[in-house]
């Protein structure tokens, strides 16, 4: 008798309807952000580069703050810094600097590295107008790639799209792909043509001067802009500093 209650028992539990099947958890089941990669400091946080409006108060001083250190830098660092090597490229401490703010600020990327090149390395050094205007674009090259390719690029990689996790060898190669070396190598090329043709620079030195611009600038990205990727980063954006979208 017992036997047979317990059959009866186990075949109505499992005669319950259709409509009573528990539904999935999609926000557990199947989530929006790729897995962690064990010791990554990969954030949980989307970026993007839609437009979904402008940006608070806080992030337009946080980037007003950015163009003004930037430019204060380059104007610093092409009149007061010597030159390292053969050349017209000084030791440009500012690209250190401007990487980070690039993968931060998102599409105010843009006004930071033109303002910054276009005044700082250009009108306040001396640079007349008429070059200045198209040499300030050599830093769409330096600080805007990286900051696309970051956008469009980490989540697929696994890596923070403000480069917290510059420290780990995923977040370091992929530091290197896409911020360090390709950008400052196609910017050095770029900046120092404007010079030639504009008779700022003399053929004999374009080589020199385009090794010596993009060797120094990868050598200063990789010390400065790694320790400030991984050190501010996660403090920037623990205040909502960061750009998360194209603009806010």
């Known amino acids: 008798m ?33 897995p962690e990669v064990g010791g990554s400091a990969s954030t949980s946080i989307r970026y993007t580069f839609r437009f979904t409006g402008w940006p608070n108060i806080s992030q337009l ?6 163009t003004a250190v930037y430019t204060v830098l380059s104007w610093l660092t092409i009149t007061t810094l010597p030159n390292p090597a053969l050349g017209v490229s000084p030791l440009f401490i500012a690209i250190g600097f401007g990487i980070p703010f690039a993968l931060w600020f998102g599409g105010w990327a843009f006004v930071i590295a033109y303002i910054g090149n276009f005044v700082g390395a250009g009108l306040l050094s001396g640079l007349p107008a008429p070059i200045a205007i198209p040499f300030g674009a ?14 469009f690029l980490a989540p697929r990689f696994n890596v923070s799209p403000i480069g917290k996790d510059v420290f780990t060898r995923r ?10 070396i390709p950008n400052n190598i196609v910017g050095g090329l770029y900046g120092n ?16 001067s385009w090794f010596t611009w993009s060797g120094v600038n990868i050598i200063i990205v990789l010390i400065i ?21 194209a603009l806010r």
């Open 2 to 34: 017992d036997d047979l209650t317990r059959t009866q028992n186990t075949d109505t539990a499992n005669d319950q309807p259709l409509n009573e099947v528990e539904k999935p958890n999609y926000a557990s089941d199947y989530p929006e952000e790729p």
């Open 61 to 66: 001083v946080a980037v007003a703050v950015a």
């Open 138 to 151: 050599a830093d769409f090259i330096q600080l805007c790639i990286p900051m696309l390719l970051y956008r």
């Open 171 to 180: 977040g370091f190669i992929f530091f290197l792909i896409c911020a360090v």
């Open 193 to 208: 043509f404007v010079l030639l043709t504009t008779n700022m620079e003399t053929p004999n030195l374009f080589i020199p």
């Open 225 to 245: 802009g790694s320790i400030l990727l991984s050190q501010l980063g996660p403090i920037v954006e623990r205040f909502g500093l960061t750009i998360r979208d």
